[in-house]
């Protein structure tokens, strides 16, 4: 049954503090407690009446959708204390009234007689939907947001299955951007290179995101792919995170077109040992701050300027999670979470450099879950 | 200035309505009221405390965006009655609280002496920040959830040429599909070929919706690109949107693997007679559900079952809107609206095909802004 743990979990934490009714609004909350997994490229559905939401009410599960989201879920199958409830989107006899239906939709499934406490995600749930509950002198709003997060951190098997088999198509797409590094290549040429062989490899289309930048560009930490042409001895990091399963991946490597310097030589040497450094680090009881401390020492004594950014996060239904790897956080590693770790080096302008694999905790160590070849050419 | 106008006719209506402030949490309202155009491809941003959102006041715009938006906000610029307002999303220092600081920011933006009425898009706005306005005794809040969707119909001189600009895309990714259609290529493959097109032409990455289906699926009316192989004989719908400048743009061809039989030619002739006899109809004073009702006598008369679909309808911000060609619609066309016209024919699991252009309503008649080759081969 998909995401059965999720919700077990999530029913034992709402009957400890008090909880026999929630409204959950969050998309990544929406994701996680049932495995739906909407389309996204595109921004919400021009049919939608507002986000999927799902009602839970003493161990029970609705999933609140319209009904063209249900052709579109996916790997999703219900569950069976997890039930499908569809609304009418789009139709072309009458107005659409999505937005309506929706909210007809939920008065019936959360029924007319409710009173008491309503677990509730404040910031994610629309308001009109909010105001509505919250006009009954006999309900109480308990805002709920992020109360999933904690849960959302140790990934059961089910989650690893869904995981593993997105890394395999980061590793595919990098595969694809090595290759498509050289010079004359412009930067959407790689990212499309890299796009086609990891949608084919899917059998469909795929969200990827984040970074492909050349070394000459003033900010060469980040951004989509632009325009700039690719010249020989240019550095093209290439930060992939690719969506399936309804989770995303995340990946870094640096390719180079034609002969790296000298100087590039010894920055990538010296990610791949810092990657490697920061790798042997990762176990149960790690502390998120002391290995972030380490790393950035690690730069320093290497002789570089320490990246601004963090030294690595952890990713599920969302691409950057808890624990993150920055100076403030005294989280502990636990097995089963899945860290993502990623030094660079940066030389504004000129070039520039990122590797990054992600692993997974293991009962007394870590296992490497990306296999991209990170290597100079 | 971007946006001017749609500002402008934004505070004559909340002036006439009797608000002086409001707060527009929806997407399209967003970009529209302002012409920020955040990348979606990728869903939220993760450091986001919640959706961008407007702050109107007596004429005075703010527009509160997470700092990372800013150097993402593509071509949009702030203008004279329009600031942005930032709040911190990432920071490696602290735990990320993009939530509250966006809340605190709109707090200070909104200032603490608020009465009287305020209008607030309901269905979009996150319900903590509607309860706390609604908290206060003073406060009486107005839904104005649709209340922009009348004047978005009518295109500004700047919204027409962000969408020629794209509908320019559009032509490009459909030469690049039609050469991609051939016996043994897998419909992901189409895809990809009219993506990269699209991508460099733009010079960076673009959202593209809708359709790429081979002829022999169950459902050859639309859906999203597959593994499944074209083989010679097939038919495949290839309708593009594509997303530029904040506008979307529509688009369909069908296109053929070889030779295409006698009915496929047969069924292709009646559709391109369909879109010229539709784009004739269109003039402003024309009647939408009239026009929807002699497509659809036209397909009967030519003896093919009449789409299950809407005729047509506009687009801007969103890709599906008001005025609809559909059975119950009394709107009328009016000048500087654009119009989809998009008739099809469908032979489940067999063959199928649909013809869409786009059409600016003019003066006197429409002038049609997609030029992709709708030939048969």
Chains 1, 2 share one sequence.
């Not at 007809?104 to 007319?112: K, N, P, Y």
């Not at 904690?150 to 593993?164: G, S, Y």
């Not at 790690?286 to 952890?314: C, K, L, N």
């Amino acid at each position: 049954m998909p995401h059965e743990t999720q919700r077990a979990q999530t029913h034992d934490l709402l009957r400890k503090r008090g909880l026999a009714r929630a409204l959950f609004a969050n998309a990544a909350s929406v994701k996680w407690l049932t495995g739906f997994n909407p389309p996204l490229q595109t921004g919400p559905n021009i049919f939608l009446g507002g986000p999927p939401l799902v009602w839970y009410e003493n161990g029970a599960w609705n999933l609140v959708l319209f009904d063209g989201q249900i052709s579109n879920a996916g790997d999703f199958d219900a569950a069976p204390n997890c039930q499908i409830v569809a609304y009418e989107g789009y139709a072309i006899d009458h107005p659409l009234r999505g937005a309506a239906q929706l909210r007809q939709t939920l008065r019936r499934v959360i029924g007319e007689s409710t009173n008491g406490k309503i677990g509730i995600e404040l910031r994610d749930a629309p308001a009109d939907i909010a105001l509505a509950l919250d006009e009954s002198a006999r309900v109480e709003l308990v805002a709920v947001d992020d109360w999933l997060a904690p849960l959302r951190r140790i990934k059961t098997p089910e989650e690893l299955r869904k995981m593993r088999d997105n890394f395999r198509l980061t590793d595919i797409g990098h595969a694809a951007a090595r290759a498509a590094v050289k010079p004359g290549a412009r930067e959407i040429q790689v990212w499309n290179a890299a796009r086609a062989a990891i949608e084919q490899a899917a059998r469909q289309s795929v969200p990827m995101g984040n970074d492909c930048v050349v070394g000459y560009r003033q900010n060469n930490i980040g951004g989509a792919p632009l325009d700039y042409e690719i010249r020989a001895g240019d550095s093209v990091i290439v930060d992939l995170s690719t969506l399936a399963h309804g989770y995303w991946s995340d990946s870094c490597a640096t390719y180079y077109a034609g002969e790296p310097s000298a100087k590039q030589r010894a920055l990538h040497a010296t990610l791949e040992r810092a990657l490697a450094f920061g790798l042997d680090l990762l176990k149960p009881g790690a502390v998120a701050r002391e290995i972030d401390a380490q790393m950035r020492e690690f730069m320093r004594r290497a002789g570089y300027a320490v990246y601004p950014h963090h030294t690595g996060h952890s990713l599920g239904v969302t691409g950057h999670e808890d624990p993150r790897l920055v100076p403030y956080n005294t989280m502990t590693l636990q097995e089963n979470m899945v860290i993502m770790l990623e030094p660079g080096i940066y030389f504004s302008g000129e070039t520039s450099g990122r590797l990054e694999d992600a692993a997974l905790i293991t009962r007394d160590g870590a296992e490497i879950l990306t296999h991209h070849d990170k290597a100079l050419p």
